[in-house]
């Protein structure tokens, strides 16, 4: 079983900047794919930012040149560096490890929030 927590989240204005962390049990982490989705209200849960096991990473085009997501897996952790944020970005922020496909998640975290205000 793997657990992630996630921290980090808050309120910043716009233009601002956040770092998000997520840390996981169980050895498995550094064999797999991590990925940060967030769920605005009345929208769908959207990927954002995921990386491979290898370092490899993929962005939403709404946020390609603004966020980061690397990991360090010595410490079964994977960050999500926000910066230039948008009202648009307010939402809450989950960490996923994928396990069985590339496509879909295994394991959720419970969830960040980050209001960005205007």
């Known amino acids: 079983q793997v657990q992630l927590v996630e921290s980090g989240g808050g309120l910043v204005q716009a233009g601002g900047s956040l770092r998000l962390s997520c840390l996981a049990s169980?050895?498995?982490?550094?064999?797999?794919?991590v990925g940060w989705y967030r769920q605005a209200p009345g929208k769908q849960r959207e990927l954002v930012a995921s990386?491979?096991?290898?370092?490899?990473?993929n962005y939403a085009d709404s946020v390609k040149g603004r966020f980061t997501i690397s990991r360090d897996n010595a410490k079964r952790a994977v960050y999500l560096q926000m910066n230039s944020l948008k009202p648009e970005d307010t939402a809450v922020y989950y960490c996923?490890?994928?396990?069985?496909?590339?496509?879909?998640?295994?394991?959720w975290g419970q969830g960040t929030q980050v209001t960005v205000s205007s």
């Open positions: 996923a490890l994928f396990v069985a496909t590339i496509s879909t998640p295994t394991y």
């Open positions: 169980g050895s498995i982490f550094s064999r797999n794919a």
């Open positions: 990386i491979t096991s290898g370092g490899g990473t």
